[in-house]
């Protein structure tokens, strides 16, 4: 399988392809310890085994069984293509439709090593953030992808292609669900043992859509939470000499390097494996490295001294880092942290997500699966030392904020002091969810993650695109918008013209800004109508990150401040995909778990394939204004004022859009005289 043409002619069996030890030179996804009893490891085994003829089982059963003993899941190593994993132009895939062949070229962009977290696990982010649970899957689905015509819709259970079936040329080419568990048995528990079995999957949000861009989505999303915390909390926009410290360096969380340095601060990010910390730093992203912690405070004098933006790599664990700060802090009354906040997977605390402060990087990785019990254990205590340091710094003036990571969810439950309410209206912590302090109201305007790739792989159309929007984003504020809307316009302006400047791409040519609903649509359409032009050499994908206005109901992070009871409410999620999948969709996903975990939240998200016709760009104004204004109904719905603004200026400019609008209760005083009878 070392051409695309191979590896869209399905599962090969005759011949088997060669065995293959696991390739011990690249990174691994922790081994899983699903707890299966004999009766469901032998299932685990029949149901790997549905994908090949009988005539194979008796080579491939030992096989898949060992990989189960050892890893903890069936990921078929055997199958695992050599053809370089990346994004190849869209005209070289072996496709009967155009849109099919956009899926593969975003679907390889997330196994593309320089994307994807651990590869040969088909991992893109997060830990445990699946594309597709084996390799057969893949093979099946680029098989299916390669014969598809324009009257078929693929449909995929969990990274389980279930097949074409017949549609028409109005329908999604894919509708893609993960891990749909019924509500009471989406546990944690219940989830290791479901993959195991190869019957549920993990695909975190742009991971199982495959609409993930590598780390620039996060970086644009790290320096805008950043910025605007900043003038919450600091009343500047001027970050020169001011200090952020956080944790994590992998998959997503690598982005806070860059992001730091593009806001002009000095940004401290511990991260604990080396390879990951490396990984970062040979890219170009992370500027300096210690493993010494007298050096990292002598660093971070220095750069704030000389107010001087850089970013310094602690390579080490980040309880030792906060540690040291209290006792510098304590020492010299000198509060060496301005912004504070983390990004380790803690949704996945305790397979890999996390690694504890006692022992090493490579003795965790050992522990969590001979001694899960002592590990959690150590975990635990290593959340609570953790708390325990930012608590210090923060009653000295430092502003700290949870990432939406579960990392206060899994501290309070680990014992931790993190002022823990929980009601009806969410669960509250003494640090708030960066959405509800720093970015929920940006939300409520209607701005989100909005993305395009460029399927022609070609660096020139990238460029041409970013020339496009900013165009575009620079006439709607010559049109006339409000002062709160033409701020996020000028950030993202900013943010296109540095981009290139940045290297922001990191395996397809794709880019990422923060626009609303007229923002989407215009660049959209003016995109599509570059590509019927000639102007851009093939078709434009445009996505979103499903942490968006819409996208995701999610009450620890996306919806932390939904505040009239529906916070656990999913209603949103699933009625953003249905209704995206009927006004033009070329794929959706709707998935259980996101980047909070398993159980936590329901997330959807959307491809479009824009191709130059009349078609895509009707199809894009559609839907894009419903995938933007469904969010922002529900979130006037819940009473916060800015998205009642939104709702309003939409429907002042639609006059199909007939919103419902909340009437307020104009003093509490009613409601206690009520109750009180």
């Not at 090493?360 to 953790?386: A, G, I, T």
């Not at 309410?421 to 912590?429: D, M, Y």
């Not at 990191?506 to 923002?519: E, H, K």
Request: hydrophobic share 35%; with cysteine; net charge negative.
């Amino acid at each position: 399988m070392s051409s695309l043409k191979e590896i869209c002619e399905g599962i090969p069996v005759d011949p088997l392809p060669a065995w293959r030890e696991r390739d011990e030179t690249v990174p691994h996804a922790p081994i899983r310890t699903p707890g299966l009893s004999h009766e469901e490891r032998r299932l685990a085994l029949r149901n790997a085994l549905r994908y090949f003829p009988p005539n194979v089982h008796e080579t491939l059963a030992p096989e898949f069984a060992d990989e189960l003993r050892d890893y903890g899941h069936i990921y078929m190593y055997r199958f695992r293509p050599t053809l370089e994993m990346r994004a190849y132009p869209v005209d070289e895939y072996p496709a009967q439709c155009r849109q099919a062949a956009a899926l593969m070229h975003m679907i390889m962009n997330n196994l593309d090593p320089r994307v994807a977290q651990f590869p040969h696990e088909l991992v893109t982010y997060g830990g445990n953030g699946q594309v597709f649970s084996n390799w057969a899957q893949f093979l099946l689905v680029m098989k299916y992808l390669s014969e598809m015509s324009d009257q078929q819709t693929l449909v995929l259970y969990s990274g389980h292609p279930a097949g074409l079936f017949p549609s028409n040329t109005e329908a999604p080419r894919a509708i893609i669900t993960n891990g749909m568990v019924i509500p009471n048995y989406s546990s944690r528990e219940m989830y290791e043992k479901m993959f195991a079995l190869g019957v549920s999957m993990y695909g975190q949000m742009t991971a199982g859509s495959f609409c993930y861009i590598g780390p620039q989505g996060i970086v644009h999303g790290t320096t805008l939470t950043i910025l605007n915390a900043a003038r919450k909390q600091l009343g500047t926009s001027e970050l020169r000499g001011r200090v952020f410290v956080t944790s994590g360096l992998g998959g997503m969380s690598g982005a806070q390097a860059k992001a730091a340095v593009i806001c002009g601060c000095v940004g401290v990010i511990a991260e604990i494996s080396g390879e990951a910390l490396h990984k970062r730093h040979r890219q170009g992203w992370l500027l300096e490295v210690t493993d010494s912690l007298d050096k990292c405070i002598r660093l971070i004098r220095n750069a704030r001294t000389e107010r001087r933006a850089t970013s310094i790599g602690y390579h080490g664990h980040i309880v030792d880092l906060w540690e040291r700060l209290v006792e510098e802090f304590e020492r010299t009354g000198d509060l060496l942290a301005d912004l504070g906040s983390d990004q380790t997977s803690c949704h996945n605390p305790y397979l890999g997500g996390y690694y504890p402060a006692q022992i090493s990087y490579e003795e965790s990785l050992e522990m969590m699966h001979k001694d899960p019990v002592k590990f959690k254990n150590l975990v635990q205590e290593s959340l609570r030392r953790h708390i325990g340091a930012i608590n210090k710094l923060a009653d000295h003036g430092m502003y700290f904020w949870d990432y939406g990571n579960a990392f206060l969810l899994e501290a309070g439950r680990a014992g931790a002091d993190v002022g823990q309410r929980t009601g009806l209206n969410g669960t509250f912590f003494r640090y708030p969810s960066y959405v509800q302090d720093i970015m929920g109201d940006i939300f409520s305007l209607g701005f989100g993650p909005f993305r395009w790739v460029c399927t022609s792989g070609d660096p020139g159309d990238l460029d041409t695109t970013d020339e496009i929007a900013t165009t575009v984003l620079e006439d709607i504020i010559k049109q006339g918008v409000k002062e709160n809307v033409q701020q996020q316009y000028e950030d993202n302006i900013k943010w296109i013209k540095e981009a290139s400047n940045n290297n922001m791409v990191v395996g397809s040519q794709a880019r990422i800004l923060y626009a609303d609903d007229n923002g989407r649509i215009a660049i959209a359409t003016a995109l599509n109508q570059a590509v019927s032009e000639g102007k851009l050499s093939g078709p434009v994908v445009i996505s979103r990150d499903h942490h968006d206005v819409s996208g995701t109901d999610s009450p620890y992070r996306e919806t932390s401040n939904i505040y009239d009871g529906s916070a656990f409410c999913a209603d949103m999620a699933v009625q953003n995909c249905i209704g995206d999948s009927f006004r033009g969709a070329t794929w959706v996903a709707l998935h259980n778990g996101g980047g909070v975990g398993w159980g936590e939240v329901v997330n959807g998200g959307f491809g479009l394939v824009l191709d130059g016709t009349n078609e895509a760009a009707a199809r894009a104004r559609s839907m894009l204004s419903w995938d933007v204004s469904n969010g922002v109904a529900r979130r006037s719905w819940a009473g916060n004022s800015k998205a009642r603004e939104t709702i309003c200026r939409i429907m002042g400019e639609n006059s199909a859009m007939k919103v419902t609008l909340p009437n307020a209760v104009e003093s509490d005083d009613i409601l206690d005289r009520a109750l009180l009878n």
